[in-house]
């Protein structure tokens, strides 16, 4: 069977300035793959992401989700075509219990209040949201953390409420930016199995710092550098690429057991 492509860019880039952060990207997604995409620090993977989901305007280039050019479709509206994202840094509301952060992020794109000709259905709308904010939070595990305030919720389970949120939004694709930072050993194990679990049903991008983390579980690695994507393919492949070796790893050897990380130089959240 063919592979579907359902997120192309074409040339993308983005400037601040005279910087160039993100440098014509040619990158393509496939139907039910899951992706990483890695690189060292500033090497523009979260511009990239921010470019894809609307946060701001490339500078060039083009961005087609299902055929459809999204170049300038406004974030919200990328949310509702299925593109959704979680943030580097956990983003949820410390002051509100778990299902309210979770009935807040699938309100917010309800077409209740988008369209005040739904008003009359609002009962069976809210029963709805309800509905789908419990369902989001048993596949992450935290139904039964439902009513607790959110600040009393560890770093682990926040990140967990993070990808609730974004799954109770029904994405097409979901892209994750660098799920595993801040976590314990522990931590890092349970979301790794949460990954699995939701990969079987979701087509996903994974930015990751540590190459070791998502080496079994991506599908196709892309490496970033400078802007650019340097190298691309299956990931044990992609280990072996010498301008990736050099680049990132400082040419040591190409087996996975043998990897050495890039070391991070950002301070942990
Ligand atoms: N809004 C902005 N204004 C100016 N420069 C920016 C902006 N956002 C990113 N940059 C710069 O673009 C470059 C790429 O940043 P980006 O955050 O995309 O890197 P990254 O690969 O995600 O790095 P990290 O692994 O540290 O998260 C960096 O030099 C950064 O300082
Ligand atoms: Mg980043």
Request: proline share 3%; charged share 25%; aromatic share 8%.
């Amino acid at each position: 069977m063919r592979e579907k492509v359902i997120l192309e860019t074409q040339n993308l880039s983005k400037q601040f300035g005279g910087f160039v952060a993100v440098e014509k990207v040619n990158y393509k997604l496939f139907e039910g793959e899951t992706a990483g995409i890695i690189g060292p620090n500033g090497a523009g993977k979260s511009t990239f992401f921010n470019l894809l989901t609307g946060l701001f305007p490339p500078t060039e280039g083009k961005i087609l989700f299902f055929n459809q050019d999204i170049t300038s479709t406004q974030a919200e509206h990328r949310v509702e075509l299925g593109l959704v994202r979680t943030f580097q840094l956990v983003s949820v509301f410390d002051s509100l219990s778990v299902i309210d952060n979770l009935i807040l992020a699938v309100t917010r794109f309800s077409p209740i209040f988008t369209n005040k000709f739904r008003f009359f259905f609002r009962d069976a709308h809210i029963k709805n949201i309800t509905e789908r904010a419990k369902e989001a939070l048993n596949r992450v595990g935290l139904a039964d953390k439902s009513h607790i305030l959110t600040s009393e919720l560890s770093y682990g389970d926040k990140r967990k409420l993070e990808i609730a949120m974004a799954l109770a939004l029904n994405p097409k694709v979901l892209l994750l930016d660098e799920p595993f930072a801040g976590l314990s050993d522990v931590e890092i194990k349970e979301l790794l199995n949460l990954l699995h679990k939701v990969k079987k049903s979701l087509t996903l991008i994974i930015i990751e710092h540590k190459i070791s983390r998502i080496v079994d579980l991506v599908t196709r690695l892309s490496v970033m550098h400078e802007g650019r994507i340097i190298a691309e393919g299956n990931p044990k492949d992609v280990l072996c690429n010498e301008t990736v070796r050099r680049v990132y790893w400082g040419g040591e050897s190409c087996s996975v057991d043998g990897i050495t990380d890039s070391s991070d130089r950002r301070r942990r959240p």
